[in-house]
T-cell receptor, first 114, second 112 residues
Framework: GAVVSQHPSWVICKSGTSVKIECRSLDFQATTMFWYRQFPKQSLMLMATSNEGSKATYEQGVEKDKFLINHASLTLSTLTVTSAHPEDSSFYIC??????????FGPGTRLTVT | AQSVTQLDSQVPVFEEAPVELRCNYSSSVSVYLFWYVQYPNQGLQLLLKYLSGSTLVESINGFEAEFNKSQTSFHLRKPSVHISDTAEYFCAVIGSARQLTFGSGTQLTVLP
């Protein structure tokens, strides 16, 4: 149980285009999902907290107009990187909250912007 | 506010040897601690957690961690490692709104 999927697992896009990443909780409902960014050989940095039916809460320094988050249902949250640039290339990981303390992580999405 | 410090960025160890990965935390709220493991190009998998109760917690694959409030530590140990344990290990503490704060990670490399 408690499986979280991400799609796509790997994407290459050209500079200036937008990319959408999906995060789904497959066998449970998640009112809260989290989006992280991880650079090579570094830890995960929380980008935003996504609550179903309301606006996402962004961490300091994260551009909300660049990283659009939508949590339209209890099983789906999407992250759209708008007007992507090479510096946005990274590993993006989502997690879905269950209960008071548990978070289950997706397998990650590798974004490369050329 | 909470923070997590993992003192060792890399830990090489020979197969079947014991290992300890160190984690220290600071938190202004109730302490809930986690260890996650990440294999290359994958997401994180929960290894074990401390929420309350016994200060010694164990995972199904032989790892254990002990919550030490006086030393603000939550070190991860395994008495005998395998090649398959090679991975990145992250210690984390949970704060308000269920937000996890991660340490910088420790790369465990098990050598044959």
């Amino acid at each position: 149980g408690a499986v979280v999927s991400q799609h796509p697992s790997w994407v290459i896009c050209k500079s200036g285009t937008s990319v959408k990443i999906e995060c789904r909780s497959l066998d449970f409902q998640a009112t809260t999902m989290f989006w992280y960014r991880q650079f090579p050989k570094q830890s995960l940095m929380l980008m935003a907290t996504s609550n179903e039916g309301s606006k996402a809460t962004y961490e300091q320094g994260v551009e909300k107009d660049k990283f659009l988050i939508n949590h339209a249902s209890l099983t789906l949250s999407t992250l759209t990187v708008t007007s992507a640039h090479p510096e946005d290339s990274s590993f993006y990981i989502c997690s879905a909250g269950q209960g008071a303390y548990e978070q289950y992580f997706g397998p990650g999405t590798r974004l490369t912007v050329t | 506010a909470q923070s997590v410090t993992q003192l060792d960025s890399q830990v090489p160890v020979f197969e079947e040897a014991p290992v300890e990965l160190r984690c220290n935390y600071s938190s202004s709220v109730s302490v809930y601690l986690f260890w996650y493991v990440q294999y290359p190009n994958q997401g994180l998998q929960l290894l074990l957690k401390y929420l309350s109760g016994s200060t010694l917690v164990e995972s199904i694959n032989g790892f254990e961690a002990e919550f030490n409030k006086s030393q603000t530590s939550f070190h991860l140990r395994k008495p005998s490692v395998h090649i398959s344990d090679t991975a990145e290990y992250f210690c984390a503490v949970i704060g308000s709104a269920r937000q996890l704060t991660f340490g910088s990670g420790t790369q465990l490399t098990v050598l044959p």
